[in-house]
Nanobody, 127 residues
């Protein structure tokens, strides 16, 4: 199975930036769409952004559009999430996920479209 490990979380003041990384195992990383989700304490996990397997398409939640940027480096088996202009509302555990389908279509936004998940990394934004 695909294994994913997130890193780069931490504590930052509102208005600051963080860059999350997700390192993937195996040979199929470059053939799967990838996504980032987040979950705050006591709340449901929500979609943040996704990127197609080839990197040519992206899909951002309205809450992060213009502030967050997803990218991938298939040669390094890594996907990134650059987070700028952070707000306290961004505080959550951030999860990296790999899509179920190899060479699948589009940029999935539903949890059910992803099969593999990382352990999560905490992002805390203070005001």
């Amino acid at each position: 199975q695909v294994q994913l490990v997130e890193s780069g979380g931490g504590l930052v003041q509102a208005g600051g930036s963080l860059r999350l990384s997700c390192a993937a195992s195996g040979r199929t990383f470059g053939s799967r769409a990838m996504g980032w989700f987040r979950q705050a304490p006591g709340k449901e996990r929500e979609f943040v952004v996704s990127i197609s397997w080839g990197g040519g398409s992206t899909n951002y939640a309205d809450s992060v559009k213009g502030r967050f940027t997803i990218s991938r480096d298939n040669a390094k088996n890594t996907v990134y999430l650059q987070m700028n202009s952070l707000k306290p509302e961004d505080t959550a555990v951030y999860y990296c996920a790999a899509a179920r389908t190899i060479l699948g279509r589009g940029t999935p936004a539903l949890e059910t479209e992803y099969a593999y998940w990382g352990q999560g990394t905490q992002v805390t934004v203070s005001s």
